[in-house]
């Protein structure tokens, strides 16, 4: 069954990195990770997506390790506004089924 | 458009009625897709279309789910006999193509159902 999970919640202090991951053990060799931020009351917003090693974009990184069962989402020097919920999706070519992980609550405190 | 719309915006509904949520994608958009997320919970993926190819339904959580698209344009979602369990926001993304595209989403609707 495929199935993506992340770690509930996470704290932070403005200026500090932040590393979140995701876990999908049944990703199969064609699947991307995309992930994904929202804030309440807001649909979600596009991060950054990753096939396999690292991808760096003006707001994030994504490390993907080589046998691709996790990915972890990196933000640079969080500040107040990166106070959000973060989502990984995979999906997953086997079925075409796009699984978003369970999300991590991230606080970024002051 | 600007961006991915949805109507309407909240929906409170007797349990048993039916009720329709539209979605407008990004124009040029191919690929549209419908989302479920309960109170305090993660998105499910309930189903999606590509251009005119028939969509997968099996994401659906049962056949009181429906949802049809003309072409690439509006889709809507349609829920027969509504459930209290079925009050949530439905979102709708749409993106250029399938797979490896950025989804953009729409700001969702609202149903509530009592």
């Known amino acids: 069954l495929a199935k993506t999970t992340q770690p509930i919640s996470m704290d932070s202090y403005e200026g500090q990195e932040v590393n979140i991951t995701c876990s999908h053990n049944n990703i199969a060799t064609n699947d991307y990770i995309t992930w994904y931020q929202q804030f309440p009351s807001q649909g979600p917003r596009f991060i950054i997506q990753?096939?396999?090693t690292k991808v760096t974009n003006e707001v994030a990184s994504l490390f993907i390790p080589a046998d691709r069962k996790s990915s972890t989402l990196s933000l640079p020097r969080v500040s107040l506004s990166d106070t959000a919920v973060y989502y990984c999706?995979?999906?997953?070519?086997?079925?075409?089924?796009?699984?978003f992980g369970t999300g991590t609550r991230l606080k970024v405190l002051a | 458009g600007a961006g991915v719309s949805q109507s309407p915006s909240n929906k409170v509904t007797e349990k048993g009625k039916d009720v329709e949520l539209r979605c407008d994608p990004i124009?040029?958009?191919?690929?549209l897709y419908w989302y479920r997320q309960r109170l305090g919970q993660g998105l499910e993926f309930l189903i999606y279309?590509?251009?005119?190819?028939?969509?997968?339904k099996s994401g659906l959580p049962s056949d009181r789910f429906s949802a049809e698209r003309t072409g690439e344009s509006v889709s809507t979602l349609t829920i027969q006999r509504t459930q209290q369990e079925d009050s949530a926001v439905y979102l709708c993304?749409?993106?250029?193509?399938?797979?490896?595209?950025?989804?953009?989403f729409g700001p969702g609707t609202r149903l509530t159902v009592t």
């Open positions: 999706l995979v999906l997953f070519s086997g079925t075409y089924k796009y699984i």
């Open positions: 124009s040029g958009h191919t690929a």
């Open positions: 993304a749409s993106s250029q193509g399938q797979g490896l595209y950025e989804q953009y």
């Open positions: 279309f590509q251009g005119n190819s028939a969509p997968d």
């Open positions: 990753g096939y396999k």
